[in-house]
């Protein structure tokens, strides 16, 4: 249920952040809820540092597919500001 929670409100925060930054596009997708997940993984990661054992490979790899994601924002018609919006919501 907490998962479903963060996933809801990290898709409309990407929403609202594409719709107040890119007002003449429309874009559809669940990527910023899905980028909201990993900003919530790092978040948790972040608050229970100490109970990782692989600390350095764990923040390596959620880091390594978040860049990937924000990376591939660079392409056309895809739009990175919700990947952005949606990120920062889960992370929050």
Known sequence: LKIGIVYLLSGYGG?????????NTISVG???????LLGARLSEFITNWSIYAKKCAALTTLL???ALNLGLGILP????????G?????FL
Do not use: K
């Not at 669940?30 to 909201?36: D, E, H, I, V």
């Open 30 to 36: 669940a990527s910023g809820a899905l980028l909201g």
């Open 86 to 90: 949606g990120f920062i919501s889960g």
């Open 15 to 23: 929403s609202l952040l594409s719709a107040l930054l890119l007002q």
């Open 64 to 66: 390594l597919v978040v």
């Open 77 to 84: 018609h895809v739009d990175n500001f919700a990947h952005i």
